[in-house]
């Protein structure tokens, strides 16, 4: 009896050390699957960085990332939580970097002391839809003013006289509009609800705008990041959403056309016309370590249009997407010198070559001179005082 | 006996409700097995088992990195988990007279169902951002020259969360396998002048140690599924692992994160992503409990 | 004996250890929390409203989404669990037992994110178009089942806490039915009872060890937060029809934790986590109570 239980011991510790060397050889083939010129260095010679933010930028900054990490041996960990969450994570520390589409509201920037902002990409928030019934290369219309009384819960069916009148064919559509919000601290509802809070006087002081609101409207649902929105409209029927412009194009969600507060025409959003609106306003930037929290493409280009009616084919809602990170690169955990020098140097990348990804993403590149004003904010990076 | 009668209909009646139930139970399972089935297998392909993650819209992605996570994270924070869930268990079984021991059955009982989600809450404020250092006033802790302060978002913090989860699990199991070693063979062990440590050890727990194993697999099996603890420890990654204080990918998460986004490539990968989580759970379970049976056997 | 000694000096260090992690775990939450519960003190439990820019927080929507989640969760999973603990034990028979049984155990084995990519995924659209739009087309004079339906919400996540936590209460009841000494069962038979009067005469025996898994499903329900952020929808406030969406405690976490900027918005989080922590004490506390006599009792009746 004794051998009997020998040998199943022996058995178990087979199965149990073939399993282990199975998954010992797994995982090295396929760490040996990797990106091209990183072959030859092995894993302990790969610089991690770790940054968090926007997903209104999240497309942009994993696929420079992916292209980055093919070039040298640095990887950038991006984690696509939301606006918020590239702000409060930056806050406290845990990240390298955070990103948002909504600059550092000014107490909290008071409160880190010495962040540096440094925009990276331009996107624009458009108006998804779903419904059925109409088909997908229609783009229907929306004032802001609409846009805004359907989030405030003032327009609640599709077939309400004001939609009809500027989309006859939503004419027979009787059914409930239920609004998608972002259920995640958002930049992407800070540029959106900045937007509703100047084209809607109500807006503005029921609710107001920031990362997070209350909602007012009835039927609503919350999704999770741009993705979530995004996943969410594409299928339920008959909701409303707000995405960055790419998370609509990439996966053929329709989206409307927007009126143009200058001319009243309508616009579609396009790289061309949000570009047009960045390059209407004379863009008066602070420097890189000054407070943005002022800093608004939308506030701007409605302030100019007050007086200028000839800025045509701009779309309204644009917005930059910036990057914080620490002058004094030392306060995070974590980092080392080779670390902050890996990061400015990516970031460096980021604003210039990175800028290839941004247009086949359906991003708008940075102006050169926001790009001069990026690098020159990177070069006050330190790492315990010394410069990068 | 011919005639119609109302008990008989009862019992009819009853005992295909109980039947009934059962199918009734079985249908969302035949359900999630089948989609998980059909729509991973689809997804699955040489590629996605052994490339690390893209971003979307950048064909040949895999989840390689995230079965890497996975496995690394279960791993460490079995190292951690199953020793201490281990001396627990024993502690609640053999020391059961002990003042402690109702406290420390309490608190795992309360543990052994606590939402996930707060001991992620929990693990980010001591580790990710630091506060057990800042409790005790120092920024950070050095051991020589090796120092640690708060770690961000790390695979250890994630590997700390899970190991938490799962020492209630294993501490349970472990105090039921214990219990059913009959008394008379502690004894026999005591009488012939064995420490009461030793009786333990060698004796209980080897009689034991097919349930003990079997605790270790579902706890190994229950933290292999946790996302949310994750969520906020670890916020994953797209690259292999490089360090116990760099951030990791992990299945779990990538499902979560993949499945609610609108990219038709990602929910793909979720899809398959879960084929694995789940087929590697059935094989560790079944295939276990295989082995342990036939051990039983003698 | 000192060997015996060491050993017992490693299991209370590491009882103390645990057990002061577990403190730690309370003191932490309730710090977090401290200042939402001193601004506004009890009316955060009772009141409404989640506003992080008029810094207005209140969570009583919250815990009625997490309660009525996890009530139609208990109404559709007890009742099937108790049959289906039946049909295990007592109806099927000896060689198919094992493999019923795991078929039950399979239930529990699919982790909670490929219930909520399931649910998201296939069975919210498919409730959405055969189940939902059908039952309020057909009842839709009662004001309760007017609203826009969107497949997600408080009834989707109850249905599929139901399945989550079926095996859980199955599992316990089981084991209650297996503790019932046989001379009861053997009484009733030869007395001629049938099936259906053996199962009530059983069940009414471990009426408590019942209840006891009511509550520990009912936990485990509470507590769950991944499935049910995928399909809750989010909603702040108040479900107004049966279709809405709402909210959760442990979902509103997972989706609103590592993004709340506004400090006051943040500490509210880790308010919720520690009304959660304070719940899964008052369970336990309660379940204890319950399942203790029972198995008090019936070890006390020898066989």
Known sequence: ????????????????????????????????????????????????????????????????????????????????????????????????????????????????????HIPVVIGAVVVVYNIPEIPSNIRLKFTGQIVADIYLGKITKWNDPALVSLNPQLANIDKPITVVHRSDGSGTTYVFTQYLSVVSQEWAEKVGYSTSVNWPAPNKIGGRGNEGVAGVVQKTPYTIGYVEFTYAVKNNIPYGMLDNPSTGEFVEPTIQTIAKTVDYIALTLPRGDEDWSEVSIIVSFFELAKTNKNLSGAFPVVSFVYVFIYKELSKVPGMTKEKAKALVEFLRWLVKDGQQYAEPLYYVPLPQSVTNLALETLSMAKFQGSNL | ???????????????????????????????????????????????????????????????????????????????????????LGIFLSEYKEHKLAPYVRFFVEVFAEFPAIVIGIFIYVILVRGDIFKLFGVEK???????????????????????????????????????????????????????????????????????????????????????????????????????????IGALPLAIFTYGISPFEDLKAQAWAASLLLILAILILNIGLKIIIKRKFAW | ????????????????????????????????????????????????????????????PLILGSFITCLIALIIAVPLSLFIAYFLNELTPYQLKPYFSSLIELLAAVPSVVYGLWALLVLAPFLRDNVYLPLQRALSFIPFFQGAVTGYGILTAGIVLSIMILPTITSITREALGLVPSPIKEAAISLGAMQYQVALLLFKYIKLAIIGAIILGF???????????????????????????????????????TEAVNPLHYDSLVAVGFVLFLIALANIVVARLIIYRTTRFMKGVVV
Not at chain 2, 173 to 200: H, N, T, Y
């Open chain 2, 1 to 87: 006996m011919k005639m119609f009668s109302l008990k008989k209909f009862y019992n009819l009646a009853f005992i295909s409700i109980c039947v009934i139930a059962f199918i009734l139970a079985m249908i969302p399972l035949a359900w999630i097995l089948i989609e998980v089935i059909i729509r991973g297998i689809s997804a699955l392909s040489i590629e996605l088992l052994i490339n690390t993650a893209n971003p979307p819209g950048i064909p040949g992605g895999g989840i390689a990195n995230y079965i890497q996570g996975t496995i690394i994270l279960v791993g460490l924070a079995s190292l951690i988990g199953f020793p201490v869930g281990l001396l």
């Open chain 3, 1 to 60: 004996m000192k060997g015996d000694k060491v050993f017992l000096y490693i299991l209370i260090f590491v009882s103390l250890l645990f057990i002061l992690t577990v403190f730690l775990l309370g003191l932490e939450l309730y710090r977090g929390s401290e200042n939402v519960f001193r601004i506004f003190g009890i009316n955060f439990v009772l009141t409404s409203g989640w506003d992080p820019v008029k810094n207005i927080f209140g969570i009583a």
């Open chain 1, 1 to 116: 009896m004794k051998r009997k239980g020998i040998s199943r011991i022996v058995l178990v510790s087979i199965i149990v050390a073939v399993i282990i060397a199975a998954g010992v050889a797994y995982v090295f083939v396929a760490s040996n699957q990797n990106q091209g010129t990183n072959q030859g260095t092995t894993p302990t010679q790969k610089i991690r960085i770790s940054g968090a933010g926007s997903t209104f930028v999240a497309y942009f900054m994993q696929t420079a990332a992916y292209h980055y990490a093919q070039k040298y041996p640095v990887e950038v960990d991006y984690a696509s939580i939301g606006s918020g969450g590239g702000i409060k994570q930056f806050m406290e520390k845990t990240v390298d970097f955070g990103a948002s589409d909504a600059p550092l509201p000014r107490s909290q920037w008071e409160k880190a002391g010495d962040a540096l």
């Open chain 3, 219 to 257: 936990a485990r329900a509470f507590g769950e937060a991944m499935a049910v952020a995928m399909i809750i929808g989010g909603k702040h406030d108040f479900p107004s029809h049966i279709f809405d969406t709402g909210y959760t405690l442990p979902s509103i976490i997972v989706n609103e934790f």
């Open chain 2, 141 to 247: 802790v050095c051991i020589g020259g090796f120092c640690i302060g708060a770690t961000g978002f790390a695979a250890i913090a994630g590997a700390i969360s899970l190991a938490l989860l799962m020492i209630p699990i294993v501490a349970k199991s472990v105090e039921e396998s214990l219990s059913l070693v009959p008394i008379s063979i502690k004894e026999a062990a005591l009488s012939l002048g064995m420490s009461r440590w030793k009786s333990v050890f060698i004796i209980s727990i080897s009689y034991a140690r097919s349930g003990i194993l079997l605790a270790y697999i579902l706890a190994l099996s229950r933290i292999a599924g946790e996302a949310a603890p994750l969520l906020l420890t670890v916020l994953g990654s797209f690259y292999w692992f490089t360090g116990l204080f760099d951030r």
